[in-house]
């Protein structure tokens, strides 16, 4: 017997030099300390600290404000707010639908918006995502500053409008980048060239030999004005789709595109949003 206890020594060296004992231990430490951490979290929940909670305390209080206001208005907001040098564009739509993933199949929804404007295709997307999601019931647009130009047509889209005296929707005016004859990349608006456009055409008009007429015309490239022509009445029938949809009568929708398409300031909006509210929602 103490010839075996002399082997079974001898064994454990020998596995302790080649380092495989000191494996089977470490792994008995780890479980070990596995066990201790599991109870001690169980013990102290984990929380955040007070550095983390302060460089995120302004999202944290925008989070709690949409929950209140969910359970007093018992809507789903969510919010797009931009800054005046931010546009709307096709890279919102993933925002979007991640906005929504979590929101149930037809339940209302309230988008809070601050946009000076964008792509009117992007802004026609976003318009469809919360209809789809939206479906039968009410879709209100919260307007707390501006929703300008594509805005305004994302707002159109809305059963209602809600909207204080310092808020402002603005006349339906798409931008399109253009390289001026520099080459420098500028953001054209497409009612303003075509006006210019058009302006100088009617100068020409009255006095074939107006030469300021025919030096500014010469500025003009046939075909921007033929792509912008098309933006427009892009836009105004999205415009005019956006009111059908909502049930207005056909006569107060050609005037109401009309009149955001001219219109200056947030009065005019404000009168629409009036007329709108006595409009039939689905």
């Known amino acids: 017997m103490a010839g075996a206890d002399a082997t079974i020594?001898?064994?454990?060296?020998?596995?302790?030099?080649?380092?495989?004992?000191?494996?089977?231990?470490?792994?008995?430490?780890?479980?070990?300390?596995?066990?201790?951490t599991e109870s001690v979290k169980a013990e102290r929940p984990?929380?955040?600290?007070p550095m983390y909670a302060a460089m995120n305390a302004g999202r944290y209080q925008r989070q709690e404000l949409i929950k209140r206001i969910n359970a007093a208005e018992r809507t789903n907001l969510i919010c797009y707010v931009g800054g005046l040098e931010t546009e709307i564009d096709r890279n919102d739509v993933i925002g979007f639908v991640e906005m929504l993933h979590n929101i149930p199949e037809?339940?209302?929804?309230?988008?809070?918006?601050?946009t000076g404007g964008g792509d009117v295709d992007a802004c026609e997307k976003l318009v469809s995502l919360i209809h789809a999601k939206a479906r039968d019931?009410?879709?209100?647009?919260?307007?707390t500053d501006l929703a300008k130009s594509a805005g305004t047509l994302m707002a159109l889209g809305a059963n209602k409008i809600i909207?204080?005296?310092?808020?402002?929707?603005?006349?339906?005016?798409?931008?399109?980048?253009?390289?001026?004859?520099?080459?420098?990349?500028?953001?054209?608006?497409?009612?303003?060239?075509?006006?210019?456009?058009?302006?100088?055409?009617?100068?020409?008009?009255?006095?074939?030999?107006?030469?300021?007429?025919?030096?500014?015309?010469?500025?003009?490239?046939?075909?921007?004005?033929?792509?912008?022509?098309?933006?427009?009445d892009r836009v105004r029938t999205f415009?005019?789709?956006?009111?059908?949809?909502?049930?207005?009568?056909?006569?107060?929708?050609?005037?109401?595109?009309?009149?955001?398409?001219?219109?200056?300031?947030?009065?005019?909006?404000?009168?629409?949003?009036?007329?709108q509210a006595d409009w039939p929602a689905h």
């Open 46 to 49: 984990l929380t955040k600290t």
């Open 163 to 232: 909207m204080s005296d310092a808020s402002e929707l603005g006349m339906i005016d798409p931008q399109f980048l253009m390289r001026d004859a520099r080459g420098n990349e500028l953001f054209y608006s497409v009612t303003g060239y075509l006006e210019a456009y058009e302006e100088h055409c009617d100068a020409l008009r009255r006095n074939p030999q107006d030469q300021v007429a025919l030096l500014m015309l010469d500025g003009f490239d046939a075909r921007t004005v033929k792509k912008f022509q098309g933006i427009r």
């Open 106 to 114: 037809n339940s209302p929804i309230d988008l809070l918006l601050n």
């Open 9 to 36: 020594s001898l064994e454990m060296e020998k596995l302790t030099g080649w380092g495989i004992l000191s494996v089977i231990d470490k792994s008995e430490v780890v479980s070990g300390s596995a066990a201790t």
């Open 137 to 143: 019931k009410e879709f209100r647009v919260i307007v």
């Open 239 to 275: 415009a005019e789709d956006m009111l059908k949809r909502r049930g207005a009568p056909s006569s107060t929708i050609s005037a109401g595109a009309d009149e955001f398409r001219s219109m200056e300031n947030a009065r005019p909006a404000y009168r629409l949003c009036e007329r």
